[in-house]
């Protein structure tokens, strides 16, 4: 089976712009979270998506925001990026029945 | 608020050292605790543990839970350079919602 794949992998932006990633999952995994991952707070949660639904939410500003299309592919948006929003930000996918999860190899954002 | 603590935060230890890595939680209504071990890009699964006192094991990493106490150790002996990594610890609770620990980064000195 082919893993968890995130585009694109690096992008720069400049603060106020917004940004789009992309995560595909594997085949037949349902579920689809987001995590950002930074050098002082480790691996934070963003989001999870079950067949198209937001399914838990973490504590991030309503500049993060996300979505799943039904073949499960997701993307996360972030609006009016900040210098603070740079980080790698980690896709993961899991069996709905199952915890463990698949991580993409991540898209890394610099914000400047 | 659900929260996962992991310790030591980093540790250097020399080839061949034994060393345990260790995770506490706090949850609501525990699922499952996971292993993950993180090189340069994305983690990998590593174990899940859901049964207290049940070790898991692999090769020279083995795991196990303590439920009363809330806790759990990971073990590699015999370390080797490639085991250089940061380790994480994740919890599932009663919404499904998977928490990390911040991770503890180790070093293994040739």
């Known amino acids: 089976k082919a893993g968890v794949t995130q585009t694109p992998r690096y992008l720069i932006k400049t603060r106020g712009q917004q940004v789009t990633l992309s995560c595909s999952p594997i085949s037949g995994h349902r579920s689809v979270s987001w995590y950002q991952q930074t050098p002082g707070q480790g691996l934070q949660f963003l989001f999870e998506y079950f067949s198209e639904t937001q399914r838990n939410k973490g504590n991030f500003p309503g500049r993060f925001s996300g979505r799943q299309f039904s073949n499960s592919r997701s993307e996360m948006n972030v609006s009016t990026l900040e210098l603070g929003d740079s980080a790698l930000y980690l896709c993961a996918s899991r069996a709905s029945e199952y915890y463990e999860q698949y991580f993409g190899p991540g898209t890394r954002l610099t914000v400047t | 608020e659900d929260k996962v603590v992991q310790s030591p935060l980093s540790l250097v230890v020399h080839e061949g050292d034994t060393v345990t890595l260790n995770c506490s939680y706090e949850v609501t209504n525990f699922r499952s605790l996971l292993w993950y071990k993180q090189e340069k890009k994305a983690p990998t699964f590593l174990f899940m543990l859901?049964?207290?006192?049940i070790e898991k094991k692999s090769g020279r990493l083995s795991s196990i839970l303590d439920k009363k106490e809330l806790f759990s150790i990971l073990n590699i002996t015999a370390t080797q350079t490639g085991d250089s990594a940061i380790y994480l610890c994740a919890v599932a609770n009663r919404d499904d919602k998977i928490i990390f620990g911040k991770g503890t980064r180790l070093h293994i000195l040739p």
């Open positions: 859901t049964s207290s006192g």
